[in-house]
Nanobody, 114 residues
Framework: VQLQASGGGLVQAGGSLRLSCAVSGSIFSRNSVYWHRQAPGKQRDFVAVITPTGITNYRDSVKGRFTISRDNAKNTVYLQMNSLKPEDTAVYYC?????????WGQGTQVTVSS
């Protein structure tokens, strides 16, 4: 199982970024995919999740600004981030739980300047 995250970068407050997470193998269609983030000196926190049937959930602080989606043909999950704030600055990780194990992508840095 491999997860490849991409799309991070430096953006001004109020700007947008789209993160991508490519998930290998046949697990994609049968598993929920999560985004988490970790700011310097802080714990890794849940950001958003999408189930195999497309049900989504978000942490309160990103509701209305972030949108998670999936493209089953490309085995890829996206996180569209709009109206970014400096407090969104973190390394963003995609994550899948499969057959009793945790699988994490390598992380992609998002930096929002004020």
């Amino acid at each position: 199982v491999q997860l490849q995250a991409s799309g991070g970068g430096l953006v001004q407050a109020g700007g947008s970024l789209r993160l991508s997470c490519a998930v290998s193998g046949s697990i994609f269609s049968r598993n929920s995919v999560y985004w988490h983030r970790q700011a310097p000196g802080k714990q890794r926190d849940f950001v958003a999740v999408i189930t195999p049937t497309g049900i989504t959930n978000y942490r309160d602080s990103v509701k209305g600004r972030f949108t998670i989606s999936r493209d089953n043909a490309k085995n890829t999950v996206y996180l569209q981030m709009n109206s970014l704030k400096p407090e969104d600055t973190a390394v963003y990780y995609c994550y899948v739980y499969f057959q009793g194990r945790d699988y994490w992508g390598q992380g992609t840095q998002v930096t929002v300047s004020s």
